[in-house]
């Protein structure tokens, strides 16, 4: 497709003799969502680790805009346009939440080795974090330590990591798992903003169904590491071997 | 103005902000307030050591990086001032050459130390500098030749920073104005550019990427921040700073060994400044340094004038011996971190 934006190819990771990803080959387009869906330890945070390259690939390769990245680090994945939040809560507890944020920025801008001027003086970073905070509903608890923030809201500040990272492509890794259901929406609502943009390459590992039919462009299905469909939702959700392999019960709940 | 001195870093604790302001005022003016040549001594120690340990704590307290290779670098400032100076004979362009040759050659092995070791894990380079510093204790002790060996090496300082230059001829405050004050306040102001410029890094933006991966390395990098660059470039400058400080401490002193500037001892006390007075602060640095080198010097004449007042007591004299010294001040450490695990600083902002 002429708008590929991210495309891994062949890509696997062996732990020893598991093999967590294999051979998945995928591509992603500008503009598009897409779910990825698969039961517990199919390999979806592996495959993410992979695409913004926590964990080294063992073979196969992840080519953003058709530039070849399997073999850079994390960081210069980052600045090339790979954003990420994570499955598990990953902030610096110790610092505000806006810090938090403000670091985000700072790091978009390459300011990080600007050693002598004051941080506090970039009313630059700290407006755009601000600007953040308040997309998620956070910014009234801005000086607070992010240790001292509920579950919830440390949920939140991960998406508004990334939300201020603008990447090109968006990576969430159930970004709404253990949030109550009064703060899901306010999440759930930002990445359907990004959806409507249209230009945005969005991947969200989901379980929740009812999410997913309203959010999803396309449904990829992983099982033991590997591609096991995709399509379109209805498509996928409807064939037979994702109903009963992979989805069980869940898809008769919705 | 005041603000954008000290950073923007408020002490945030009306104590605490006290505290510092009399350290600051003591040690400004310590050779009128406290004359004498040992209390001098002994404010001039408090000044170094201040640089000294808060250069470890941007290193410790904000990047989380443990190292045991400090005097090392305080060391390599010292002798090179003291090279320069006997080589190539007393005056500034010695200390100069010899401060800045220091300076470059630490900075040059915090460089290797830490692009060899600092990408592995903060545990591998513990164990490196370790090694590292022990390696180079034991060739400085072995190359007399060159080091003095275990006996040190001594040397001439520009006149004009001795007692033998007299600046004038009435003394003022009931103090002497010579070459001797000069190179106390050369220490003092030293120090205080040198300490004012490292609050400055820890409040810049690096000095906050520093922070973010001390709390987070992975998420660090994950937003972009090439971590190992900014662990071996806050090793580098806390480097640079402790042979800075090693070589006012070698203007000062006069002379250099391996016992005044390379010692694991001085190793520990690092640390247990750094501890007691808060890392991460700064502040804690100027705290613990203060407390520790005062006591150092004055804890020994104070546990001699208690033992003899209890000399006909049972047992207590025998505690009170001044070569016990290093006990009461190893119960004090224990005491404090057990009440004050942030350090003195960190309790008194919680309060404050
Ligand atoms: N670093 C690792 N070392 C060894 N095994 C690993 C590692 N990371 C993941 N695995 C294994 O790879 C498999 C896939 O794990 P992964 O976390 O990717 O699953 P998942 O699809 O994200 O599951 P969940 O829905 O529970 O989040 C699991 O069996 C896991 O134990
Ligand atoms: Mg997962």
């Given amino acids: 497709m002429a708008n590929t934006v991210l495309e891994t190819r062949d890509l696997t990771v062996r732990f020893g003799g598991h093999v967590a990803v294999n051979n998945v080959t995928c591509s992603f387009n500008a503009g598009e969502l897409t779910a990825i869906v698969g039961p517990n330890g199919a390999g979806k945070t592996t495959y993410f680790n992979l695409i913004s390259g926590q964990i080294p690939a063992s073979g196969g390769t992840v080519h953003l805009n058709g530039r070849d990245i399997t073999r850079d680090a994390v960081s210069v994945r980052t600045h090339l346009g790979i954003g990420r939040a994570f499955q598990l809560t990953n902030l610096f507890p110790n610092l505000s939440v806006l810090e938090n944020v403000r670091l985000v920025i700072q790091a978009k801008l390459n300011k990080g080795f600007n050693l002598f001027s004051m941080a506090d003086s970039h009313t630059d970073i700290s407006l755009a974090a601000e600007a953040a905070l308040k997309r998620v509903n956070l910014q009234d608890l801005a000086a607070q330590l992010v240790s001292e923030l509920s579950h919830g809201n440390q949920r939140k500040l991960e998406v508004a990591l990334l939300i201020a990272l603008e990447p090109t492509v968006y990576m969430f890794d159930e970004p709404t798992a253990g949030m109550s259901v009064d703060e899901a929406p306010v999440v759930l609502d930002l990445i359907e903003e990004l959806k409507d943009d249209k230009t945005r390459t969005v991947l969200l590992v989901e379980h929740k169904m009812d999410v997913i039919r309203t959010l999803a462009d396309r449904i990829i299905v992983l099982h033991n590491g590997a591609l096991a469909a995709d399509g379109v939702p209805a498509e996928v959700m409807a064939s037979d071997v994702v109903q009963e392999a992979y989805m069980g019960k869940a898809l008769e709940d919705v | 103005m005041l603000v954008k001195l000290i950073s923007g870093d408020r002490p945030r604790s009306l104590i605490l902000g006290l505290v510092l302001l009399a350290i600051l005022v003591a040690l400004a003016f310590a050779p009128f307030l406290f004359p004498g040549t040992r209390s001098v001594d002994t404010a001039a120690r408090v000044c170094i050591f201040i640089l000294l340990v808060a250069s470890y704590d941007l290193m410790l307290g904000y990047g989380g990086i443990v190292s045991f290779a400090h ?158 660059y900014y662990r071996v470039t806050a090793t580098c400058l806390s480097a640079v700073v402790a042979a800075l400080a090693g070589s006012l401490f070698a203007i000062w002193l006069r002379y250099v060994g391996p016992d005044t500037t390379l010692s694991f001892e001085i190793m520990i006390d690092i640390l247990l400044m750094v501890v007691i007075g808060g890392m991460g602060t700064m502040y804690g640095a100027v705290i613990g340094a203060t407390l520790f080198v005062v006591a150092q010097n004055y804890l020994q004449n104070l546990l001699g004038a208690a033992e003899e007042a209890l000399v006909d007591l049972p047992v207590l004299p025998l505690l009170l011996n001044p070569d016990r010294w290093l006990l009461w001040l190893g119960v004090l450490f224990v005491l404090s971190v057990y009440f004050f695990p942030t350090g003195i600083v960190g309790r008194l902002r919680r309060r404050g």
């Fill in chain 2, 71 to 228: 005097t090392m670098f305080f060391g390599m400032g010292a002798y090179g001032v003291a090279l320069a100076s006997i080589h190539m004979g007393r005056g500034f362009d010695a200390l100069l050459v010899g401060s800045v040759v220091g300076a470059l050659a630490a900075a040059a092995l915090a460089l290797v130390i830490g692009l060899f070791s600092l990408r592995v894990r903060a545990i591998f380079f513990a164990m490196i500098t370790l090694a590292v510093a022990s390696a180079v204790a034991v060739l400085v002790s072995q190359l007399s030749g060159i080091t003095g060996g275990e006996d040190g090496l001594s040397y001439k300082i520009p006149r004009a920073l001795t007692s033998a230059a007299k600046y004038a001829d009435e003394k003022v405050l009931g103090v002497r104005i010579n070459g001797k004050l000069m190179n106390y306040y050369l220490v003092f102001f030293g120090s205080l550019i040198l300490f004012l410029l490292l609050l400055r890094l820890v409040n810049s933006p690096f000095g906050r990427v520093l922070q973010a991966i001390r709390e987070n390395d992975f998420r660090a990098e994950a937003i972009g921040y090439r971590v190992i």
